[in-house]
């Protein structure tokens, strides 16, 4: 029989290989070996390494190994280009991006070609999503760069930002991490991993032929020991970084204290909810675009199944044949579903972890058939018979491994999906639109999928709750990430409080009777564990009273009180502004007497305060139902609402200065946005905050809500920056304390604000607003597509 | 290489054909269909899976035997349907047939598809040929004309050689959600078909959503169907792959639990081999290999062929034929 008539019986699909050959020249032209783009000029290749193809581990070219001297050349560049860059109008940067967005349409399959010869990604997924979405990602950030002074009035640009992206998509993340710092006026120095360093060597060659101006963009290729340099190197403003959380927390506590930017976009274990009411043969055909998609080589890969128990062993059983029809193999193939992963060491990586979760139980579903002989292949597997204790759930694998649990209930669904460390995205599937979207919010990732999966768009924000890391990427919630208010930059230090030497007398001696304030604790007084109590002076030195001494422990009982008070989060916003304008008009109410305790306390007029604090809670009561949401139009019939969420329980260390105002300042906007708070007061003057809890408690304030805990601000906020109950920790205090916070906040990658040391006046009417807004909440995206 | 992680596992148990079942409500009520996620699952499968070369040449050789060659035209004449026939006798021009070096594969349409009075016309014209004629039937295109009527339609029309029968749904039945009435009405048609193969004509494109759609196949099914088709091809919306891809996936369900397997035929529109071979992918991944023959796949299409004539004759020679040089459908 000869091979038509054979084909007409098995119908096979044979192969449809994409030519190598465009990108093969290209990369001949170049000799195969690249320095660095530095400056607008290709440096000499230095060291070298090989850039393989993974999928027969072919060399595809060599990779200069940047060096500090080469980082350093390349800030330098982008410092110089940086003023002219910036001062160019929002229009002028905007038409280079659009040029960059043409010409990455022109060359579009070029870019997929050499993506998926350098990463092992299938064609079609470079073809029709990697690269469509790095044009997309230009051409709306074209449009930011015109309308920035409109949309972000008091903004200006970072500066010099080092940007250091993963393998996984090689030319999306530059694309992500490029096009909004181009936008907002910043220059770039990005390093791209070392497996996939080609594509950005071709975008470089583009930005030299759309004429960027030089120093713009400069690309160094590298290891570890590159992006170390551009995270350690002092005259870079920000830091972006997409890749591992370990590699995050690294850098993390390496800019710790520096007042660099920094955003973090990091690792996940998505998971992936499908519900008895859903479109179950969608569902599962949304689990190959969720966890087979790039190899599951994904931050954001709907990696943990959870199904409802009443559906899941049918539901099992059609994955199971669906897994069956996948396709491995060469990734030029046009005909191909899972392709190679990136690198042998990554094969090892997750066979390792595969071991490991079977020998702790696990069961593994691989289907039948061979793999290609060569080349960093897996089979799709699915894991089955494992609790959230087993490694493979716990653990990120990056590779096309499914984990499978089921659950009984709604609460049971959301419970299992936020017992994970991290944050990035999840997946509802059900047809009952009142459920999935109860669902969504109660889930803590930064994107959440309804009846969907693996949506992008330049126009929506991404990013991730938890361990999953900090910053958006995309959407206006990625442009202010390049963004930061111009009146920073004038800030002078401190003033250094004047320690006060206390009068020599008995310690025993209070000059008032009653003022052995308590902590207020999930809305009960609460003497302090340690037993001891901290005089508090005047100004004179003079003893005016006595507060708790307190410790860790009653750290750790605040935040436990704080966690039980999350509900606050759910109270309705009207709701939130009216207990906050109950407290003003309550706190309003005393005003003689809270300003007579902080003349006591600093001898300054603490009339003037007071009435700050009572106009700084109406601000804050009045932003609680305003500071709200977006809702986005993505190329796609769906709506992205991009809802603003609270952080969930929040340290504040309130500065020495303004004893009342300091305080309220601060615990306002992460009130009014629906966080719960730990507040220590200033160490120095803490009796107006005690006092005030007695005005929260007659004003309906919740209890847990508020926690105050007295004592020394530095030791105290080392235990909350380290608790990993604590979601986020804004900190008033000096420089060195700052770094200390910041560095002790790795162990969840709490969000941090600090003061450093610098002389942020809360009294200003800048802080009435979005500053702290922002940084008391983070947003949602919720991609809702529709259609009967 | 082999690139398939699996192989396709040829099951080749002879085909047992649909003997209806009871009409199951709770099932109909437990039918879920969200169209943004199918229309995303068949938007991409062009993207997918495409086949090349000697594979594309196999492929549209194979989807000239899924195709009912179709003419249902209001001023059709037994000229015109002789002329059809004559086609699907000789699908293809005989220098292509050697050039490919198939003359041993039995390269004909699946069925010629006529109104009623044309029937007799075409079981003559195609005498020996093993090609069935089909008719459609039940007062298509609407379906509204009264049941006895219907009946006796489908009995003529056997009665003239017909041996399958594409009955059409009355659209509004499911519009009201009457499901009985539905069920009632195909499981009548089926028994006035006997031993001829009944095909339910749906009527997508005036069915409103892909959940109407998918429940609609699912009583058709359970009332006897032995098909399940989209169009008249007179509706402003045909077949098309979302719809298809609704249709396929309650087969596919159907087949779960009755194990009993349900032909798909898409109808209206279909006109180039690129749709073609999108179907056909399309059947394969969701309900594979062994569905894309004859008696379980059908196009309903006639200018259909003498595309494909025309990118096989490309594939042999490298350059593009013209329509006017393939024998006229």
Redesign the interface.
């Given at each position: 029989m000869?091979?038509?008539?054979?084909?007409?019986q098995?119908?096979?699909?044979?192969?449809?290989p994409e030519g190598p050959e465009q990108a093969n020249a290209w990369l001949d032209s170049h000799s195969r070996k690249f320095g660095h783009f530095i400056d607008g000029v290709w440096t000499k290749p230095g060291k070298t390494f090989s850039s393989d193809n993974p999928a027969n581990g072919e060399s595809l070219a060599q990779i200069s190994d940047g060096t500090a001297e080469d980082v350093n050349a390349a800030v330098k560049a982008a410092r110089a280009a940086f003023k002219p860059w910036s001062a160019l109008s929002g229009y002028e940067r905007g038409k280079y991006l659009y040029a960059i967005a043409r010409a990455i349409q022109k060359h579009s399959r070029l870019f997929a070609v050499l993506e998926t010869m350098d990463n092992g990604k299938p064609i079609?997924e470079s073809?029709?999503v990697d690269i469509p979405l790095v044009a997309r990602h230009f051409y709306h950030h074209a449009g930011w760069a015109q309308h920035l002074a409109r949309e972000f009035p008091d903004a200006v640009p970072y500066g010099v930002c080092g940007q250091i992206i993963p393998w996984n998509f090689p030319l999306l993340m530059l694309a992500w991490k490029i096009a909004p710092a181009l936008a907002a006026g910043n220059t770039v120095v990005l390093k791209p991993a070392e497996f996939t360093s080609l594509t950005a060597l071709l975008f470089a060659e583009i930005c030299e032929r759309v004429g960027l101006p030089r120093g713009v963009v400069n690309i160094v290729t590298g290891e570890g020991d590159t992006g170390a340099a551009i995270v350690n190197h002092p005259d870079i403003d920000k830091i972006a970084f997409t890749g591992s959380t370990e590699v995050g927390k690294i850098i993390r506590a390496a800019t710790a204290g520096t007042g660099k930017g920094l955003s973090l976009e990091l690792g996940g274990k998505s998971p992936y909810l499908v519900f008895e009411?859903?479109?179950?043969?969608?569902?599962i055909?949304?689990l190959v675009?969720a966890i087979w998609f790039n190899q599951g080589q994904v931050c954001c890969a709907g990696s943990r199944l959870l199904v409802q128990e009443s559906i899941e062993e049918r539901f099992i059983t059609k994955l199971k044949t669906r897994m069956?029809?996948?396709?491995?193999?060469?990734p030029l193939?046009?005909?191909?579903?899972i392709g190679a992963l990136v690198a042998p060491v990554q094969v090892e990586r997750i066979r390792d972890l595969m071991k490991k979760g079977v020998a702790e139980g696990a069961e593994v579903y691989e289907?039948?058939?061979?793999?290609?002989?060569r080349g960093c292949f897996l089979?799709?597997a699915l894991v089955t018979k494992v609790s959230p204790a087993n490694t493979l759930v716990a653990e990120e694998v990056f590779g096309p491994v499914l984990v499978a649990m089921s659950f009984r209930t709604p609460e049971e669904a959301v419970a299992l999906a936020n017992n994970t460390k991290y944050g990035l995205a999840a997946t509802i599937w059900s047809?009952n639109i009142n459920l999935a979207l109860d669902i969504a919010p109660k889930i803590k990732a930064g994107v959440v999928w309804i009846?969907?999966t693996n949506n992008f768009d330049a126009a929506v924000g991404f990013g991730g709750y938890k361990e999953s890391g900090f910053g958006r990427e995309g959407g206006r919630e990625g442009m202010s990430s390049y963004l930061k208010p111009a009146w920073e930059k004038d800030l002078k230090p401190a003033p250094v409080a004047k320690a006060v030497a206390a009068k020599p007398a008995n310690p025993l001696d209070a000059s008032h009777l009653d003022q052995t304030a308590k902590m207020y604790i999930g809305g009960k007084q609460a003497r302090p564990d340690s037993g001891y109590s901290r005089p508090v002076l005047g100004p004179k030195g003079d003893l005016i009273g006595e507060v708790g001494d307190g410790n860790r422990k009653d750290i750790r009982n605040a935040v436990e009180a704080a966690r039980a008070a999350l509900g606050w989060s759910t109270t309705a916003a009207h709701s939130r502004a009216q207990i906050l304008y109950f407290l003003a008009e309550n706190l309003d109410y005393r005003r003689d007497e809270f300003a007579a305790r902080i003349k006591a306390q600093t001898g300054e007029d603490g009339a003037k305060e007071v009435a700050l604090s009572v106009e700084r809670l109406f601000a804050f009561a009045g932003w609680a139902d305003k500071y709200d949401g977006a809702v986005h139009n993505p190329p796609?019939?769906?709506v992205a609402a991009a809802m603003v969420e609270p952080l969930g329980v929040m340290g504040i260390v309130a500065p020495a200065a303004l004893p009342l105002l300091g305080s309220v300042a601060l615990i306002a906007p992460a009130l009014a946005m629906g966080n719960t708070v730990v507040l220590v007061p200033s160490s120095q003057s803490p009796l107006s905050m005690t006092d005030l809890y007695q005005v929260m408690e007659t004003s309906d304030v919740p209890a847990g809500v508020v926690n105050i805990v007295t004592g020394d601000s530095v030791a105290l906020a080392k235990t909350l920056a380290e608790h990993d109950g604590v979601d986020a920790l804004w900190f008033a205090g000096s420089a060195d304390a700052s770094t200390m916070v910041e560095k002790a906040s790795i162990t969840n990658l709490k969000q941090t604000w600090t003061s450093r040391g610098l002389n942020y006046d809360l009294s200003d009417r800048r802080f009435e607003g979005d500053y702290f807004l922002a940084k008391a909440t983070q947003v949602k995206n919720v991609w809702i597509?529709?259609?009967? | 290489?082999?690139?398939?992680?699996?192989?396709?596992k040829a099951t080749h148990t002879p085909h047992k054909r649909n003997p209806g079942y009871p009409l199951d409500l709770d099932w109909v009520e437990r039918v879920?269909?969200?169209?943004?996620?199918?229309?995303?699952?068949a938007g991409?499968i062009g993207?997918?899976?495409?086949?090349?070369?000697?594979?594309q040449?196999?492929?549209l050789?194979?989807a000239i035997t899924l195709i009912d060659l179709t003419t249902l035209n209001s001023d059709d004449t037994e000229g015109r349907v002789e002329r059809l026939c004559a086609k699907a006798r000789h699908p293809l021009r005989q220098d292509i047939l050697d050039r490919?070096?198939?003359g041993?594969?039995r390269i004909l349409p699946g069925a010629v598809c006529v109104y009623h009075p044309f029937v007799k016309t075409a079981v003559n014209a195609l005498e020996g040929t093993g090609i069935p004629v089909a008719a459609v039937s039940t007062a298509f295109p609407h379906g509204l004309a009264p049941i006895e009527t219907k009946l006796k339609e489908i009995e003529y029309s056997v009665a003239d050689g017909a041996k399958e029968i594409d009955i059409v749904i009355e659209r509004g039945m499911v519009l009201r959600g009457d499901w009985q009435a539905l069920y009632d009405q195909v499981k009548a048609f089926r028994k006035a078909c006997g031993d001829a193969h009944i095909k339910t004509i749906l009527g997508t494109g005036e069915l409103?959503?892909?959940?109407n759609i998918a429940k609609a196949s699912l009583v058709c099914m359970l009332a006897g169907a032995d098909f399940i088709k989209t169009s008249t091809g007179k509706e402003k919306v045909n077949a098309n792959l979302v719809t298809s891809l609704t249709m396929i996936?309650m087969i596919?369900?159907f087949a779960e639990e009755t194990g009993i397997e349900i032909g798909y035929k898409p109808a209206g529109g279909i006109a180039h081999t690129k749709d073609a071979l999108n179907y056909?992918a399309l059947m394969?991944?969701e309900l594979g290999?062994h569905w894309?023959q004859p008696h379980l796949f059908r196009f309903g299409a006639s200018s259909l062929l003498t595309d494909i004539e025309r990118q096989l004759e490309h594939g042999l020679t490298g350059h593009y034929s013209a329509d006017y040089r393939q024998p006229m459908v």
């Open positions: 000869n091979k038509i008539a054979q084909i007409f098995s119908l096979d699909y044979g192969p449809a079609r073809r029709d009411d859903a479109d179950i043969d969608s569902a055909e949304g675009d069956a029809s996948l396709r491995v193999g060469d193939d046009k005909s191909i579903d289907p039948d058939g061979q793999l290609p002989a089979k799709p047809e009846n969907g796609l019939r769906a597509p529709y259609g009967a | 290489m082999n690139l398939r992680v699996v192989d396709n879920r269909m969200n169209r943004s996620a199918l229309e995303r699952r991409s993207a997918r899976r495409t086949v090349k070369k000697d594979y040449l196999a492929w050789l194979k490919l070096d198939v041993n594969l409103a959503t892909q959940t996936r596919r369900w056909m394969k991944e290999t894309l």
